[in-house]
Nanobody, 120 residues
Framework: QVQLVESGGGLVWAGGSLRVSCAGT????????IGWFRQAPGKEREFVAG????????EYSDSVKGRFTISRDNAKKSVYLQMNNLKPEDAAVYYC?????????????WGQGTQVTVSS
């Protein structure tokens, strides 16, 4: 099982942009579809975006469609989430995970995540 580490979170103003990264280890990184998920305080973890192993197909939740873009670079064993026009409701801990079932069901292996805070 590939291990994933999230980074790049921070504090931004509403309407601002941020890019979070997911770095993988192991030769099998490019074998997996990868998803981004997020969890806000008091809420369940929810799907945000997913990308197929070759990067050719993506999927987004309705709440972020048109604002967020997922991409990957298999040579760098990395997946990115570009977040534009951030809203206070986007504030959460963001996690990446390999996908067990495309596009929204993850393997149950989670890292520490990266905190995104959106100030209004």
């Amino acid at each position: 099982q590939v291990q994933l580490v999230e980074s790049g979170g921070g504090l931004v103003w509403a309407g601002g942009s941020l890019r979070v990264s997911c770095a993988g280890t192991g030769r099998s990184f490019s074998w997996y579809d990868i998803g981004w998920f997020r969890q806000a305080p008091g809420k369940e973890r929810e799907f945000v975006a997913g990308i197929k192993l070759n990067g050719g197909t993506t999927e987004y939740s309705d709440s972020v469609k048109g604002r967020f873009t997922i991409s990957r670079d298999n040579a760098k064993k990395s997946v990115y989430l570009q977040m534009n026009n951030l809203k206070p409701e986007d504030a959460a801990v963001y996690y990446c995970a390999t996908l067990r079932i495309w596009p929204r069901v993850p393997h149950n292996f989670w890292g520490q995540g990266t905190q995104v805070t959106v100030s209004s």
